[in-house]
């Protein structure tokens, strides 16, 4: 089990959060394109902008308000056969104003074309002015190069705190963590979240953890009828 290697052995775990500057805070206010990012907008359409008005953490978030042809896309190096976490915070901040207007996270290749869609969100499981978080775990594909976020139809949508994970390249091959797992070791953070690199070993929280686990498991064996 991850935590036991983890807890026992590790004393520096770094772990890095490949997309970069996730909580955008380090853009300035406005239609200026993320650094490294490729975005093509759906002709007539004010697609995406940094703003300052609506933020989970800090003062920014990214605004989309896309049609079906918009790519927001993140290049990222991934690694054909490696397992990733993806973490994103979502505020729906308008009515929904079709009934099939959903969220889509995807991966596409070196041409911006998609490849897979790893994950569809239709607008009505989100609350309205709520944030709300999403998270999911993926093998990428031997074309990967990139991810999508899509916001099918023009709600007001807000993206705040992305984290991709490269599970593999972190915990090694076969070690990977569950996304349960990995949820626990991310809690140590704010809002589960964090920009480059950080040490994700910390003493304290490794002990509340354990402590949690074997609580739960003593009451499980005490619904069952065991224990003393």
């Not at 520096?12 to 500057?21: H, R």
């Amino acid at each position: 089990m991850v935590l036991d290697l983890l807890a026992f052995k590790a004393v520096n775990f770094p772990i890095k959060n490949l997309m970069e500057n996730g909580d955008f805070e380090k853009y300035p206010v406005g239609r200026t394109k993320p650094n490294d990012w490729y975005i093509e907008d759906q002709a007539g359409y004010t697609t995406w902008e940094i703003r300052d008005d609506i933020s989970l953490s800090g003062s920014k978030s990214l605004k989309t308000n896309s049609g079906d042809n918009t790519k927001l896309i993140k290049p990222i190096n991934f690694i054909p056969g490696n397992k990733y976490y993806f973490l994103m915070n979502v505020y729906r901040n308008s009515e929904i104003n079709q009934a099939w207007n959903q969220i889509r996270i995807l991966t596409t290749n070196t041409q911006h074309e998609d490849n897979t869609v790893l994950t569809t969100y239709y607008l009505n499981a989100f609350p309205l002015r709520t944030w709300q978080k999403r998270e999911f775990v993926f093998t990428a594909g031997t074309n990967d190069t990139g991810l999508r976020l899509s916001n099918y139809g023009q709600t007001d949508m807000r993206f705040d705190n992305l984290l991709l994970i490269d599970l593999t390249a972190t915990f090694g091959a076969g070690n990977e963590p569950t996304k349960q797992q990995i949820v626990m070791l991310l809690e140590q953070f704010p809002n589960s979240w964090f920009d480059g690199t950080q040490n994700i070993f910390n003493a304290k929280h490794f002990l509340n953890v354990y402590h949690k686990k074997i609580t739960e498991l003593e009451n499980a064996i005490t619904a069952l009828g065991g224990g003393s």
